[in-house]
């Protein structure tokens, strides 16, 4: 069955970088699209970065310029580069998939978020100022 396995969330000061991972398996993850959402408490989880299976990329406006989402088809990984992080970064991270997703009529990831059928666990950032 899919699984998504994120890791690399911490505390950090503002102004630092955290690198998050999401190890995914039990489908064939270079045909899939993945994104990268947060959340936190009391808000609707929210749209972070998205790749596609070409690994075009898109990016939420708050993030541009400081975080950089790619993947490693070979390990079956997802990555968050993240920089210059700011308190307002503070948030649960999760990541998502939808395999096949070009073969399902995806011509670019979903925008929704219900629209992505499988999620990792999530992983706490937290950036102090």
């Known amino acids: 069955q899919v699984r998504l396995v994120e890791s690399g969330g911490g505390s950090v000061q503002a102004g630092g970088s955290l690198r998050l991972s999401c190890a995914a398996s039990g489908y064939t993850y270079a045909t899939s699209c993945m994104g990268w959402f947060r959340q936190t408490p009391g808000t609707e989880r929210e749209g972070v970065a998205d790749i596609d299976s070409n690994s075009s990329t898109n990016y939420a406006a708050s993030v541009v310029g400081r975080f950089t989402i790619y993947r490693d088809n070979g390990q079956n990984t997802l990555y968050l580069q993240m920089n210059n992080l700011k308190p307002e970064d503070t948030a649960m991270y999760y990541c998502?998939?939808?395999?096949?997703?070009?073969?399902?009529?995806?011509?670019?990831?979903?925008?929704?978020?219900?629209?992505?059928?499988?999620w990792g666990q999530g992983t706490q950032v937290t950036v102090s100022s």
């Open positions: 998502a998939a939808v395999p096949l997703c070009r073969r399902l009529g995806w011509i670019r990831p979903p925008t929704k978020v219900e629209q992505w059928p499988y």
